[in-house]
């Protein structure tokens, strides 16, 4: 299957700091990537998708200046978690679709944890 | 709406009992039907995509099947090394959307 990478795979940092995580698909290219926050025994909640070269949508109730997604290349999309506060703390993980063809699965990052003290 | 539900929430099995997990859902036109498998602390790994009813795919222990409302991840004879949670989504043609279910949380006991 395609590779996703998604760096750090853990962080932690102080309230009030930015965190910048990245998104690489490795060996295909990805023009739809996704942003998703999962709590502990809980499903993946979509975040925002990201189209390259353009604006990311955010769904409803996400802060789009609270977490930042630039999707800059068809390999790379970025989430900064502005200003962090400790509710922010959680599991980010992003995935990336690569269309061919007809077939449309997405393939998942490895995940980043986010602490906040 | 579009919507995506799995059952059991858990499920334990013994080393050997075979069993199925079930996803239904409701979606305005099905572009495809997923299984993930998903380790603690670990991001999502892709095992099938289904696109039409009638269509199976299996991999190893793991067969999954797909009807017009409902998919199932039949897994036979499994090991400890299956347990895992295993995510159902859906993409309507209309739309990139995933739409994700709350997982079935499958635990085999050697």
Known sequence: GAVVSQHPSW?????????????????????????????????LMLMATSNEGSKATYEQGVEKDKFLI???????????????????????ICSARAPTG???????????????? | EDQVTQSPEALRLQEGESSSLNCSYT?????????????????????F?????????????????????????????PKPEDSATYLCAVQARAGNQFYFGTGTSLTVIP
């Open chain 2, 27 to 47: 979606v305005s036109g099905l572009r495809g039907l997923f299984w993930y498998r998903q380790d603690p602390g670990k991001g999502p790994e892709f095992l």
């Open chain 1, 11 to 43: 962080v932690i940092c102080k309230s009030g700091t930015s965190v910048k995580i990245e998104c690489r698909s490795l060996d295909f290219q990805a023009t739809t990537m996704f942003w998703y926050r999962q709590f502990p025994k809980q499903s």
């Open chain 2, 49 to 77: 995509t289904l696109y039409s009813a009638g269509e199976e795919k299996e991999k190893e222990r793991l067969k999954a099947t797909l009807t017009k409302k409902e998919s199932f991840l039949h897994i036979t004879a």
């Open chain 1, 70 to 92: 630039n999707h800059a290349s068809l390999t790379l999309s970025t989430l900064t978690v502005t200003s962090a506060h400790p509710e922010d703390s959680s599991f980010y």
């Open chain 1, 102 to 117: 007809y077939r449309t699965e997405a393939f998942f990052g490895q995940g980043t944890r986010l602490t906040v003290v």
